[in-house]
């Protein structure tokens, strides 16, 4: 076969699909997958919804582009609704985490700038953190496997070790504008900050008198169960950047923020060519009519309940595969005792997709709209996937 003419930048499997509907994604070869990664935690309302189809298809007919030069009407409902549904006053619409994230710094930055303050130039960070692949965001993520060969790392970024209070606290100083953090970390290995930290966060910011930024870019829009994830906490952020599921697989993304966090965002500070444009609003404000619906998110946090039980039980079922599950709701994680690479190749052959993540981890983030029939299918697979795995173990072991 020629080379393939794309940039090297990805390890693809060796799998194509051509069509999926709901939970199920079916090969150009006829082969079906229950998706259990959802895109990166992105079809947060499984493939092919058809609301979200109707409201493209709509959308596509009418019109698909005009710029931010205009006034565009599903862009004022939807920043309306987010602001409704949460701490935020304002919202700013982007194609992507990453540049979510982008707006979310310049935001904190400009907030300390306005007040006379523009020194405040610091975000502190997590170790372990992901917050995308720009040259700002792989300075904020701080893993220095993303920050290779791309020159001087973007200033005005430091991190402290995952867990570590006294470092957190140790690296605020005068030019410290704000903490960002993940509230669970997705490709760090679906690992919670603990409820007790995230209202520790939210006091030393104010104590400190600097702004807390969450990226719930993975954690939001209901994969957690809530809304976004730090609600279970009971505090806010500042600022939030969100992406992946609010699209539900149209390239979307928001900057959320206070009212006072946002001042210094004026017109001119900054902008997006295709950012909350009229086709990415339709998606939008779609999928916010199912996860705004009554008894969505319950129905997901029931599931998560239930799938979490259910794979505890797999984990202790077949101790030499797996160490723990962790995560909350639809956003779960198996630590694996086994290289996890090996074992999503094992996921891959009983049917059922994941995605790795760090720590060694396998995620399981099935559509928001996953069934209880098709929960216990997931689970029937990965425990296949499980024994096919110890068999192959135990023959190495004979060998
Ligand atoms: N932040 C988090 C927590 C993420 O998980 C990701 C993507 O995986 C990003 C930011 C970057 O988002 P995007 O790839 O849409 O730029």
């Given at each position: 076969m020629a080379e393939s003419s794309l940039y090297r930048t990805y390890n693809r499997a060796d799998l194509e699909f051509a069509r999926g509907e709901g939970v199920w994604l079916e090969t150009t070869d006829g082969r079906r997958f229950l998706d259990c990664a959802a895109g990166i935690a992105v079809n947060s309302l499984g493939h092919s919804h058809p609301h979200l189809v109707a409201a493209l298809k709509a959308q596509a007919d009418k019109l698909w582009h005009v710029s931010n030069l205009y006034a565009i009407e599903g862009q004022e409902r939807f920043a309306q609704r987010l602001c409704e549904a949460t701490f935020a006053d304002k919202v700013f619409c982007t194609n992507s985490g990453a540049e979510a994230l982008e707006c979310a710094i310049k935001t904190a930055r400009r907030y300390f700038y306005v007040r006379g303050e523009p020194e405040r130039v610091t975000i502190v960070t997590i170790e372990g953190a992901f917050h995308g692949r720009t040259l700002a965001t792989i300075a904020a993520g701080g893993q220095e496997k993303y920050l290779e060969?791309?020159?001087p790392k973007a200033p005005g970024f430091v991190q402290v070790p995952f867990g570590d209070h006294d470092a957190l606290r140790a690296a605020i100083d005068e030019t410290t504008a704000a903490i960002l953090v993940e509230p669970i970390q997705g490709e760090g290995g679906i690992r919670p900050l603990p409820t007790e930290c995230l209202r520790g966060l939210r006091a030393l910011c104010d104590e400190a008198g600097i702004l807390l930024i969450f990226d719930e870019v993975q954690t939001g829009v209901g994969r957690t169960g809530k809304l976004f994830a730090h609600e279970w906490a009971g505090i806010a952020p500042d600022i939030m950047a969100i992406a992946k599921g609010i699209g539900g697989g149209f390239p979307l993304g928001a900057c959320l923020a206070t009212e006072e966090a946002a001042a210094g965002m004026v017109a001119g500070t900054h902008g997006t060519t295709y950012g909350g444009n009229p086709l990415a609003m339709a998606v939008g404000n779609a999928v916010l009519d199912v996860i705004l619906a009554e008894g969505f998110l319950e129905e997901v946090q029931a599931k998560g309940l239930k799938l979490k039980q259910a794979l505890a039980g797999v984990v202790d079922a077949h101790p030499a595969i797996f160490e723990e599950v962790r995560g909350k709701g639809l956003m779960l994680g198996l630590k694996c005792r086994v290289p996890n690479g090996d074992l999503l190749a094992r996921f891959r052959e009983a049917g059922v997709l994941s995605v790795g993540a760090g720590d060694n981890v396998l995620r399981v983030m099935p559509?928001?709209?996953?069934t209880e029939a098709e929960l216990g299918e997931a689970v029937e697979r990965i425990e296949t996937a499980a024994k096919a795995m110890e068999t192959g173990l135990e023959r190495g072991a004979a060998e």
């Open positions: 060969g791309f020159g559509p928001l709209t996953i």
